[in-house]
Antibody
Framework: QVHLVESGGNLVKPGGSLRLSCVASGFTFGDYYMTWIRQAPGKGLERISYISDTSGTIFYADSVKGRFTTSRDNAQNSLYLQMNSLGAEDTAVYYC????????????WGQGTLVTVSS | QSALTQPASVSGSPGQSITISCNGTSSDVGTYNLVSWYQHHPDRAPKLIIYEVIKRPSGISSRFSGSKSGNTASLTISGLQAEDEGDYHCCSYAGNAVLLFGGGTKLTVL
């Protein structure tokens, strides 16, 4: 049974940093692309980053490029999101999700972790 | 690319059918048969219910069905049940590894 569990969300001041983690179980983590998706209050979902199975390809949305860094440790079945220079616009629930093998949808999601950026 | 357009809310009574639309463009929904739908209950993990426009993952009720016409994809839920209440999000491939989401639709079961 596939399971994804995010952690690390917190209240942080503008300009601050935070590191999110996602631990996977129930599948061979190293065989799949993984992604970070967020939902700001009252807004729709936004895929902000994805990382290939071997970390050879990493994508960032323009909204986070240069501030966020995605990484993974296949030996630890873990996905990470390092978030720097946080602003109010980054307040959201952050989800990790597994890309389908065809890369055009997300077949499993975690339940999310809340990041609040406020002074 | 712009986000896909969904109605903010829909409602229906138990047993009825409802349809949620997802309006895109000829660059995304209209070109690719790669639309997916996700059901999201508060404080729970979003769940894939439809992929590649019409396909249902294993374990998803046949009451959920997807379709597409031109630049608009649709999710239909038949035989509405109280447990169907929640948020529904559409997503479409838009080329160049881009995946676009809609704004989400809140379904209320009356």
């Amino acid at each position: 049974q596939v399971h994804l569990v995010e952690s690390g969300g917190n209240l942080v001041k503008p300009g601050g940093s935070l590191r999110l983690s996602c631990v996977a179980s129930g599948f061979t983590f190293g065989d799949y692309y993984m992604t970070w998706i967020r939902q700001a209050p009252g807004k729709g979902l936004e895929r902000i980053s994805y990382i290939s199975d071997t970390s050879g390809t990493i994508f960032y949305a323009d909204s986070v490029k240069g501030r966020f860094t995605t990484s993974r440790d296949n030996a630890q079945n873990s996905l990470y999101l390092q978030m720097n220079s946080l602003g109010a616009e980054d307040t959201a629930v952050y989800y990790c999700a597994r890309h389908s093998s065809t890369y055009n949808y997300f077949d499993y999601w975690g339940q999310g972790t809340l990041v609040t950026v406020s002074s | 690319q712009s986000a896909l357009t969904q109605p903010a809310s829909v409602s229906g009574s138990p047993g009825q059918s409802i349809t949620i639309s997802c309006n895109g463009t000829s660059s995304d929904v209209g070109t690719y048969n790669l639309v997916s739908w996700y059901q999201h209950h508060p404080d729970r993990a979003p769940k894939l219910i439809i992929y590649e426009v019409i396909k249902r993952p294993s374990g998803i009720s046949s009451r959920f069905s997807g379709s597409k016409s031109g630049n608009t994809a649709s999710l239909t839920i038949s035989g509405l049940q109280a447990e169907d209440e929640g948020d529904y999000h559409c997503c479409s491939y838009a080329g160049n590894a881009v995946l676009l989401f809609g704004g989400g639709t809140k379904l209320t079961v009356l």
